[in-house]
């Protein structure tokens, strides 16, 4: 089954949806996030490309489904979703644990032979690096402050209590996910990967950004931005212009084909 290039579903938000784009942007959210951060993305690149925006369950309409603790069964479900969508050129676009969750979801739809031209990975390092981390082993005060130090939330949230304690059990859910993810260091797309880094994320050092590299047997290019986990916020309009850039480059790949 396909669904309109217009449509909406409890996984799939299109902000600006509009006949006749040649190309389509799925973004995927980073841990604690809805598809409602990336509003903003989506009005940037409204006329060009069909933006596609994902929302996972336990958060803002969706609180009331249980979220996801592990990124392999949520990127069997966000594959499933996107398979419904028409086929046209595309590229991913995640940030933090929304880019890890595109690569996963990116190998599973190119079994099928339908994978992303492009993936872009946002302040997260390459899936091979490994990391000791428990925030969700945290009590509630400890999650806050990780939230806190990333300075990722929208600020009203960390000053409204009922908000908050509402949002923290997907917010525990998705640091379980990301922090018990593991990938051998052989895995590889064959679409490309562009990655995104702030110079000062205390999640990403420079190494282990420049480790995606080793995950695709397709281009790659690494572009570094001044800030720290969400940077992304603070230059919005350069990363828009990466993201133009890697959707020009998959409509001309399909306009040659």
Known sequence: MTIADDATTPWIRRYHPGPGREVRLVCFPHAGGSASFYHPVSAAHATTADVVCLQYPGRQDRRRETPYTAIGP??????????TL????????????????????????????????????????????????????????????????????????????????????????????????????DVRLRAGITVLTGHADPLTTAAEAAAWEGHTGGPYRLAGFPGGHFFIAAHQSSVNAEIARDLADARRAAAVR
């Open 74 to 83: 949520l990127a069997d479900a966000v594959a499933a979703e996107l398979r």
């Open 86 to 185: 028409s086929d046209r050129p595309t590229v991913f676009f995640g940030h933090s644990m929304g880019a890890v969750l595109a690569f996963e979801t990116a190998l599973r739809l190119e079994r099928d032979g339908n994978g992303p031209h492009t993936v872009i990975a946002s302040g997260r390092r390459a899936p091979s690096t490994v990391r000791s981390e428990t925030v969700h082993e945290r009590d509630d005060d400890g999650v806050v402050a990780e939230l806190k130090r990333l300075n990722g939330t929208v600020p009203g949230l960390l000053g409204d209590d009922e908000i908050l304690r509402m949002a923290l059990p997907a917010i525990r859910a998705d640091y379980q996910a990301i922090e018990t993810y593991r990938s051998a260091p």
